[in-house]
């Protein structure tokens, strides 16, 4: 088990000390791989499948890991509808028992990218308030 495959930082320009914390809150953050060896291991295992169901915590970090994982694996899927479609379900569950599992895919849906969304501009100002806070105090 794992969690996040990505995480957020700044690009090269901002990391050095040097830079007044104030800039930092207009600063661009990019997403990179933090977890090289699951992000392979998903993209292998992806090759040729037709169908993926997401089965992750039924909360914001889960909706965004959920993204993180079609981002690793949706380039090696097969494509459906004349190439167009993917076939990617997200299962919500309470509970790991028979009749949540079932009752899950039965009822499969969509990942929510705006929830998805939302974890990414929480971790987008965690960087940026930790950072400039940081450096504020150690100046």
């Known amino acids: 088990m794992t969690g996040h495959i990505f995480s957020t930082d700044f690009g ?12 930092l809150f207009r600063a661009k953050v990019k997403k990179k791989i933090e ?15 037709d169908y993926l169901v997401l ?5 914001r970090e889960g909706e965004n890991i959920c993204f993180e994982v079609i981002s690793c694996t949706a380039g090696r ?11 990617i379900f997200r299962a919500k569950f309470s509970a790991v028992t028979k009749p ?8 499969l ?4 990218e705006n929830e998805a969304l939302s974890v990414d501009a929480r971790q987008e ?4 308030l930790g950072v400039a806070f940081s450096r504020f105090q150690t100046r």
Do not use: F
Not at 55 to 59: E, K, M, P, Q
């Open 125 to 128: 100002l965690d960087l940026k």
């Open 55 to 59: 089965w992750l915590d039924c909360d």
């Open 100 to 107: 949540d599992i079932e009752r899950a895919m039965r009822t």
């Open 77 to 87: 899927m097969n494509k459906h509808g004349g190439g167009r479609r993917q076939q």
């Open 12 to 23: 090269p320009e901002h990391q050095s000390w040097d830079v007044p914390p104030v800039r």
């Open 109 to 112: 849906g969509e990942p929510n």
């Open 35 to 49: 977890s090289k060896g699951v992000a392979h291991t998903l993209s292998n295992l992806a090759s040729g499948v």
